[in-house]
């Protein structure tokens, strides 16, 4: 024992090779692991400015701040993470709840400053790409380790084969199982706000709907939109496209759960219960019942004006009534939310055309306001030989007519020109009137159409035959005068210096042809303002290419008293927008007539 | 005796809250007479940080970097059992391979954690090396996690739902030979402590504590294993994946300091062997089934105990939920709670006030468990 006690020492002299735990020179630097959580780094063009990293963070350590050399503009805004290291804990969660990836954290982790409250070296700043540049080293999210629900809950439809046959909706509607999921994926980063027309609320009504409460989500519908169920169905929802959740996965529902929530409340006076309004004893005067106008009625009716709709037809809704065709947009939903604007105590007064049946100079006399909102109703023409031969006719045509219950006679080849959603409404309308064939002519490609994607593949599924790059020049009629064929030419696409989309270009050496027996021009509308007097007309403003009304922020035109709204004053044609220029306007005449500003 | 040469018999001494000898923030006020101890009282508060009052202002995913900071030494077991309850609240499953993981992180973190010990204690007790051995070593583990969850301490790794990342490409392997390297300088170790006659003079003996009495006053985990009493929660009521794993729960009957420095030593050996059967059986897989929305996330009102065994004991937490998106109260039951305030208080009665330090480190307290 003793022998051993004196040799034990020795044994130490094995760990001389060893590699020491200590640091010795040269200094060896420490290298980080691959996803080390250190400092932010941070695109900020990347960055929209969400703001989602602040909500997250435990230690309160991110504050959006307005920064002024960023990208502005649609779905972004111009704050930017800045992060207090004082409290910040390096956890890493903020990266993972941010929609862009832009947020990351860095493998740097050592810094070191003079003055730490200094604002320019200080430990308070805005992380950018500069200061602690990432490096293909440290924390990063991706869609499978992101804290994101991206996953969405799609619509159920009805098979193609079985809708294309009949007016019967394609949507069946969410279940209220799959709507409260869809719900609850918001950040609340209102980050759609800025997409919609009207500015809806929609962190607010998805937070009622998730919690259940519709008839909360009702009263949040209606502070700027008198028609939630409508844009619950046919909305363009812009909202979606800003949604951040579209970024890395796929945008919430927004459009379909403000459907799916209307849907739920079927008196909305008794939900809203709006106090009876003070009377002005002022008039006005609404020029077509579409969605403008009825926004600006409702709204005015709120604010004790007596209001008076003039429209043309015998049926209100303007073009969701005689536009939209029914497989999109079901009678019961329109009949709903207009009955309940006209409830408020709006006169309607049908079958009246302005300019026809009453002038715009008495109405100018005897109303203290107008307001305009008559669409775009004109249907424009290619202007190629030909076009007058039976069987050509105009998408809005066809559609009204349809949509009024008197379908125009359509032949069994049917070749519908454009590629917008009237184009999509017109060739789906033609197949469930029974055209065995129909074909879609657009002179770019599919992906330059300005029809909305869903529409596109719900039109394709349908078996609407797409023909992009193709260009028809002229029509050719059988003895009768009927349409017998098509002739056309191919068109290759051309680049276009500045970042324009390319152009078509006819290649003029092939022509080929159809043989169809119905023609439907669905290549754009144009407004028809020839119920104004000339005297009138010349005192309007109209924008450079003479296709929009000029109006001010109140909504007001360069006429004294007159507002208008839509599609005649907004290039974006939709029912939203018309929404949001009839609330606009709405307020304007109210400013207007009751003095102010 | 008129006073003016009044012999002072009795002495009072602070140890703590700043001190070598004492874990982390923490003081112990004794009395003394001559050196033996006749009275110690804890106080602890020097650390508190109002977590469990913090968690219930936060959203039930936003308290996952929060719960790792109430032990400093052993984050890992506040991370499973928060998303261990948060989960059997919610009804989230877990994926498969999440579990072996969390079972792989959890001991890892047991053996760096008795690596840290096991220095601490030989460092009160004047054997420098082993600090500086046991800490280097640790750090090449600490490696390990840095490189499988983005950070060396405070790991944030587990969350509600399974864990946050996949393990990173030839990590088993580097996580082998880190292991091998451990278990290869177990001798070392063993012959620099254990065998030393210091260490064995100081420990042996002192410090007992009557095996009876330790269940009566709660005391829980190695501390509990070494007297002899075969008790450990991996076994009595299995969670994750433990019943599928084969693994030995050392015991020790000599109720003392040694015994308890002992159970730690041998329970280094079977984690090791235990991140071996992880790393040879563990699944293939997703390893996160993403709860809720984090900010929106509503878990279903109840309330559930959970308890895993942490390299100090049975940490256990109690979680209620009134069906908000926060916790309603998150109670944590953290074994140095018993320890660090009524066994220590209890043991050192009795003993030299140079004892007090290396008592301390032999019930491995973690002041900032007692004061969440």
Redesign the interface.
Same mark, same amino acid.
Request: charged share 20%; hydrophobic share 30%.
């Given at each position: 024992m003793a022998i051993k006690n004196f040799f034990e020492p020795f044994t130490a002299l094995k760990h001389l090779g060893m590699k020491p735990? !200590?640091i010795r020179l040269p200094y060896e630097k420490k290298v980080?692991? =691959? +996803?080390? +959580?250190g400092f932010h780094s941070n695109d900020l063009e990347k960055c929209i400015g969400c703001g989602n990293c602040a /909500?997250? #963070? !435990? #230690?309160q350590a991110i504050k959006m701040v307005e920064v002024e050399d960023v990208p502005d503009g649609f779905g972004r805004t111009k704050f930017r993470p800045q992060v207090d290291y004082g409290r910040c804990?390096? #956890?890493? /969660?903020c990266v =993972?709840?941010c929609p862009t990836g832009s947020l990351k $954290?860095t493998d740097k982790i050592v810094w070191v400053t003079e003055d730490p409250f200094d604002p320019e070296t200080g430990w308070v700043f805005i992380p950018d790409n500069k200061k602690f540049p990432y490096e293909g080293k440290g924390?990063t999210t991706s869609p499978?380790?992101s $804290? $994101? /629900?991206l996953e969405r809950q799609e619509m159920p439809e009805r098979d193609p084969e079985e809708r294309k046959h009949d007016f019967g909706p394609v949507i069946k509607g969410f279940t209220e199982e799959a709507a409260l999921i869809e719900a609850? +994926?918001?950040?609340?980063c209102a980050i759609c706000m800025q997409g919609c027309p009207t500015g809806m609320y929609i962190p607010h009504y998805l937070?009622a709907i998730?919690h259940a409460d519709y008839e909360r989500a009702v009263d949040i519908f209606f502070i700027n939109n008198p028609l939630p169920e409508i844009c619950g169905t046919i909305c363009t929802h812009r909202c979606e496209d800003a949604c951040v959740l579209g970024i890395m996965g796929k945008p919430i529902q927004i459009r379909y759960e403000k459907g799916f929530a209307a849907s739920q409340v079927d008196d909305y006076r008794k939900v809203l219960g709006y106090p009876e309004p003070e009377k002005k004893n002022k008039k006005v005067a609404i020029i077509g019942g579409g969605p403008g106008g009825l926004t600006a009625a409702f709204y005015l009716r709120l604010k004790g004006y007596d209001v008076t709709i003039f429209e043309a037809l015998d049926v209100l809704g303007g073009m969701m009534k005689v536009g939209i065709p029914r497989y999109r947009l079901p009678q019961s939903v329109l009949d709903k939310e207009i009955n309940h604007i006209i409830d408020y105590g709006v006169e309607v007064k049908y079958n009246t055309r302005v300019g026809k049946d009453v002038s715009f100079d008495e109405l100018k006399k005897n109303y203290d306001a107008i307001y305009i909102g008559v669409g775009y109703h004109k249907g424009l023409s290619m202007g190629i030989p030909g076009e007058d031969a039976e069987g050509v006719m105009q998408a809005i045509y066809f559609l009204r007519e349809t949509n009024l219950g008197r379908p125009p006679k359509i032949g069994k080849k049917v070749l519908v020109v454009g590629g917008g959603d009237v184009a999509m409404d017109a060739t789906r309308t033609a197949l469930r009137l029974g055209a065995e064939e129909v074909l879609l002519s657009y002179r770019r490609r599919i992906v330059d159409m300005p029809a909305s994607d869903e529409e596109k593949h719900e039109a394709m599924a349908e078996g609407v035959k797409f023909l992009p790059q193709t260009l028809p020049i002229e029509i050719v009629k059988d003895e009768q005068g009927k349409v017998k064929a098509v002739r056309y030419v191919k068109t290759k696409m051309v680049p276009q210096p500045g970042g324009k989309r390319p152009k078509p270009v006819p290649i003029e050496d092939e022509v080929y042809e159809w043989d169809v027996d119905t023609v439907i021009y669905a290549i754009g509308q144009a407004p028809d303002l020839s119920f104004l007097p000339e005297s009138w007309l010349e005192k309007l403003e109209l924008d450079s290419r003479g296709k929009h009304i000029v109006v001010d922020e109140n909504g007001m035109t360069s006429i004294e008293g007159v507002f208008a709204g839509g599609d005649i004053v907004n290039p974006r044609a939709d029912v939203i927008s018309a929404i949001a220029d009839g609330r606009k306007a709405a307020e304007g005449i109210h400013k207007y007539l009751s003095g102010k500003e | 005796m008129n006073g003016k040469n009044e012999i002072i018999r009795e002495f009072e001494y602070f140890i703590g809250p700043q001190h070598p000898g004492i874990t982390g923030n923490f003081s112990i006020k004794l009395k003394a007479k001559g050196d033996v101890i006749l009275e110690a009282e804890a106080r602890p508060g020097y650390l508190h940080r109002g977590f469990e009052k913090l968690m219930e202002q936060r959203h039930w995913i936003k308290n996952v970097p929060m719960v790792c900071r109430i032990c400093v030494p052993d984050p890992d077991p506040n991370e499973v059992l928060y998303a261990m309850g948060v989960e059997e609240l919610a009804g989230l499953e877990v994926p498969e391979r999440a579990q072996w993981i969390r079972v792989m992180v959890l001991e890892m973190s047991r053996i760096q954690a008795h690596l840290s010990y096991l220095g601490g204690i030989s460092g009160a007790l004047g054997l420098y090396t082993a600090p500086q051995w046991m800490t280097g070593d640790r750090d090449y583990l600490l490696d390990r996690f840095e490189e499988l969850t983005g950070a060396r301490v405070y790991h944030i790794y587990t969350t509600p739902g399974g864990v946050r990342r996949d393990l990173p490409e030839g990590f088993e392997d580097r996580l082998r030979e880190t292991l091998d390297y451990i278990e290869k300088r177990l001798t070392d170790y063993y012959r620099l402590i254990f065998d030393n006659p210091v260490f064995q003079k100081r420990t042996i003996g002192v410090g007992t504590m009557d095996p009876d009495w330790a269940i009566e006053n709660g005391v829980t985990g190695p501390n509990l294993r070494a007297c002899g009493i075969k008790a450990d929660v991996r076994i009595d009521d299995p969670y994750l994946v433990y019943d599928q794993i084969e693994f030995e729960v050392p015991t020790e009957t000599g109720c003392d300091m040694f015994s308890r420095a002992m159970i730690r030593f041998q329970e280094i050996q079977q984690s090791i062997n235990i991140v071996r059967q992880v790393l040879d059986r563990m699944p293939k897989g997703p390893f996160l089934n993403k709860p809720g929305n984090p900010l929106m996330w509503r878990v279903p009102a109840g309330d559930v105990y959970v308890r895993v065994e942490s390299s100090k004991g049975e940490f256990g937490y109690y979680i209620v939920s009134d069906g908000g998106v926060k916790p309603y109260r998150v109670h944590v039951r953290g074994p140095s709670m018993t320890h660090g305030i009524h066994v220590i208080e209890t043991l050192l009665v009795g003993q030299r006030v140079a004892d007090v330090s290396p008592i301390m480190f032999s019930l491995d307290i973690c002041p900032p468990d007692i004061d969440r």
């Open positions: 735990h !200590t980080p692991a =691959d +996803r080390v +959580r /909500q997250i #963070c !435990t #230690c804990s390096f #956890c890493g /969660q =993972d709840v $954290l924390w499978e380790t $804290l $994101l /629900q609850s +994926r918001c950040m609340g937070n998730e | -």
